[in-house]
């Protein structure tokens, strides 16, 4: 079991650009979220699929973001035209479902965004 | 209204010593599950703890013991001779049945620093 996982760590960016970070979650782990994190609060949702299907979308999801699963394996979170205001900590978190212990998310190391 | 409640913004303490982190949380559902998380300097949060609502024993794991009341809504979490190691931002999250359990709201966050 290797974790999850999240490339790049870090990102740099001007404003206006676009960027798309990855995540590789525990293996047959069928949920799949997104989060954002900003200084000195708590991750916030964002987004989560079961296998390829994105079940729901917080509304701090602007039409600028896009997620998707394709394969219900990786998931990619893109952010088009990027503010400073998405400067964040993106961060992915997986989860089994159907077994014991299932309500627990397992995260990644997260994506730092810095938006110049 | 904030669904998890971390008051303590930061905790200092001395190596030995035993710290416990406060947790209030609200919820109008029946059926949920509490966490602990632990995000140190790098990042990645890592799960520490989970309790449903219809189990109230509180347990000891190591060097970690939890409290969970109904009563008051509380999930307060300590940490028994705290070490260095220990310093890292501690987050207390709330998962709901009503939202499938699809969705972790965390608390601020408690920076805990450990000084030798």
């Known amino acids: ?116 | 209204a904030q669904k998890v409640t971390q008051a303590q913004t930061e905790i200092s303490v001395v190596e030995k010593e035993d710290v416990t982190l406060d947790c209030v949380y609200e919820t109008r559902d029946t059926t949920y599950y509490l966490f602990w998380y632990k995000q140190p300097p790098s990042g990645e949060l890592v799960f520490l703890i989970r309790r449903n609502s219809f189990d109230e024993q509180n347990e000891i794991s190591g060097r970690y013991s939890w409290n969970f009341q109904k009563s008051t809504s509380s999930f307060n979490f300590t940490i028994t001779a705290s070490q260095v190691v220990d310093s890292a931002v501690y987050f207390c999250a709330l998962s709901e049945r009503d939202s499938g359990y699809s969705t972790l709201t965390f608390g601020k966050g408690t920076m805990l620093l450990v000084s030798p």
């Open chain 1, 1 to 116: 079991d290797t974790g999850v996982s999240q490339n790049p760590r870090h990102k740099i960016t001007k404003r206006g650009q676009n960027v798309t970070f990855r995540c590789d979650p525990i293996s047959e782990h069928n949920r799949l979220y997104w989060y954002r994190q900003t200084l000195g609060q708590g991750p916030e949702f964002l987004t989560y699929f079961q296998n390829e299907a994105q079940l729901e979308k917080s509304r701090l999801l602007s039409d600028r973001f896009s997620a998707e699963r394709p394969k219900g394996s990786f998931s990619t979170l893109e952010i088009q035209r990027t503010e400073q205001g998405d400067s964040a900590m993106y961060l992915c978190a997986s989860r089994p479902t159907g077994q014991k212990n299932q309500e627990t998310q397992y995260f990644g190391p997260g994506t730092r965004l810095l938006v110049l």
